[in-house]
């Protein structure tokens, strides 16, 4: 008997797991109000590993002081940069010597949790979809959105396809709109010093908007994501 | 003076040493910047990028060690500095004095690091735990040089007491340690290099290919802490290098212009070196660093 034998045998001598689904769902109805999420398309088991609270709109701090933050948010951009396109090729020159986005206090910051700006660069297929939303909620806010590209804006040359949504926007809130196929690096910059104003002025608020619209957004989303395998909200 | 005015003034002291730290770090990213033809960030950005993440409104936690992470970092970095005299004779910044603390400011050095790596443990993320191994094996291998020179210095001053090790280099520029014990010094700066996590042992770190090395869970507030520490642990190391080889200061000017040109020296070298791979780097400092270390003990020993 070969090992492979062996192994294959202590499988099958192990008896069935036991049925505990009736169980677990009579103690799971308690927990599912409108404050929390199904998370149905996961299994029982799976459902236990994630968080399951929707997100909340939260208030900004008191006037001067939410001003001094908007002002530290402003002047403090790190940046998720989501290659989604073509038009991630025009980001790379923005940290070189020539552009040097450094000197406006902004950095690419590569790990969501850390990064407070969520560009998305170029045309969004299904399936990188369905990453932007796990990465944009994995974000801590204030968090804000700056889509380059016009495939973000319209769907562009792929207004047509079959694997392509058109406006981002419907699946996350956008704060800012680069157009152009493909904008130069000036105008990337020029997107952000659209934003920077947008963050003083404190309209940047895409964070309580996902929240606030938090099932039309989640329903948009799972209208083209079809096989949706992770929780509702990525915490 | 009573305990409790001591305790006000070395915390007015940590918080001294912080924004200097903070400073430092900003005016580095600035000569790194220029280095390479760029304008670079203003050199109040640290102060800012802390004061972003303390205000960002939502963050999570993935349970008690990982809070605890960044709580063990800072305690590691105010341990370090408050057993440390910045400013010899100050009231100030003469902080806490007691017999072998030069091996207790060794450990708190060690301990920030465990602390994280137990944190950042908890966070999950595989990125994490590769910056926690590369930190912690390079950690290991720098310490040894480290250790050696350290033991020199105690076989030459019969202490372990860095007060009294700065007092025996007092009078003239030629009782540093720089010149009584140049091996020890050498074998020490070498050690700094990895200490300080700049090129060529900046792989822990790695700022883009695993991104930002243990931290890579950690957000907001704790980011800030961080953040924070990175200034404290920074200036309190190179205070720690000034008390043992440079003849420690007796006022805050020379205690900010020595601890700058200590810090100059890793920059140099950052700035003009390409990177060691992690098992590249633990074989720099297991050859040549750590048996000018051995030596410098042999030579007090003779």
């Known amino acids: 008997m070969t090992d492979i034998d062996k192994i294959h045998d202590s499988l099958e001598a192990k008896p069935e797991p036991a049925d505990t689904e009736t169980n677990n769902n009579t103690e799971r109805e308690w927990r599912k ?6 998370n149905s398309e996961l299994s029982l088991e799976e459902q236990d590993w994630f ?6 709109p939260v ?12 002002w530290a948010r402003s002047h403090s951009l790190w940046i998720l940069a989501f290659g989604t396109g073509c038009g991630a090729i025009e980001l790379r020159p923005l940290v070189t010597a020539r552009y040097d986005i450094s000197r406006l206090g902004m950095q690419p910051r590569p790990t969501p949790r850390q990064a407070s700006v969520f560009m998305i660069g170029g045309y969004v297929s299904i399936k990188t979809l369905k990453r932007i939303v796990r990465s944009y909620e994995q974000m801590q806010g204030p968090k804000f959105v700056v889509a380059v590209c ?15 949504i058109k406006r981002i926007d419907h699946y996350i809130p956008v704060d800012v709109y680069v157009t152009g196929c493909m904008p130069r690096p000036e105008a990337v910059i020029a997107g952000f010093t659209k934003l920077k104003e947008l963050i003083m002025a404190g309209k940047a608020e895409g964070q309580n908007l996902y929240a606030e619209k938090f099932d039309w957004y989640k329903a948009n989303q799972k209208q ?3 096989d949706w395998n992770m929780p509702d909200y990525n915490w | 003076m009573s305990f409790a005015t001591k305790l006000m003034l070395s915390f007015l002291s940590l918080g001294v040493i912080t924004i200097w730290g903070l400073t430092l770090n900003g005016i580095v990213a600035k000569i790194f910047a220029r280095v390479q033809g760029r304008l670079g960030p203003p050199f109040w950005q640290p102060f800012i990028d802390i004061i972003k993440n303390n205000a960002k409104r939502t963050t999570v936690s993935h349970g008690i060690m990982f809070y605890l992470g960044p709580v063990f970092r800072i305690a590691g970095g105010i341990g370090t500095y408050m057993f440390i005299p910045a400013v010899l004779g100050s009231v100030m910044f003469s902080n806490y004095s007691v017999s072998g603390d030069v091996f207790l400011v060794m450990y708190f050095i060690f301990f920030g690091q465990l602390g994280m790596a137990l944190g950042a443990g908890e966070g999950g993320h595989p990125y994490s735990a590769i910056g926690v191994a590369r930190g912690l094996a390079q950690m290991t291998a720098f310490e040894v040089p480290f250790a050696l020179s350290v033991i020199s210095l105690a076989v030459q001053y019969h202490t372990l007491n860095i007060t009294e090790i700065v007092m025996a280099q007092q009078g003239s520029i030629l009782n540093w340690t720089l010149f009584t014990n140049p091996l020890a010094v050498i074998a020490a700066m070498i050690a700094m290099l990895g200490m300080t996590m700049y090129n060529p ?8 290919e695993t991104p930002i090395g243990p931290p890579t869970e950690y957000s907001a507030s704790f980011l800030g802490l961080l953040a924070t520490n990175r200034g404290i642990f920074n200036a309190a190391k190179l205070v720690l290098f000034m008390n043992l080889y440079f003849g420690g200061a007796t006022n805050i000017i020379s205690m900010l212009v020595k601890t700058f040109a200590i810090y100059m020296f890793s920059v140099f070298v950052g700035v003009a070196f390409p990177r060691f791979k992690t098992e590249d780097s633990i074989r720099f400092f297991l050859k040549v660093p750590a048996l000018l270390g051995a030596l410098a003990i042999v030579v007090w020993l003779i």
């Open chain 2, 201 to 208: 042992f900046s792989v822990v770190i790695a700022p883009q």
């Open chain 1, 224 to 226: 083209v994501i079809k």
């Open chain 1, 51 to 56: 968080c399951d609270a929707r997100p909340q």
């Open chain 1, 150 to 164: 016009s495939c973000a804006i319209n769907g562009g040359m792929y207004w047509d396809s079959y694997n392509t």
């Open chain 1, 59 to 70: 208030k900004p701090a008191w006037g001067p002081i939410e001003k001094f933050y908007n």
């Open chain 1, 33 to 38: 109000d409108e404050k929390t999420l199904t």
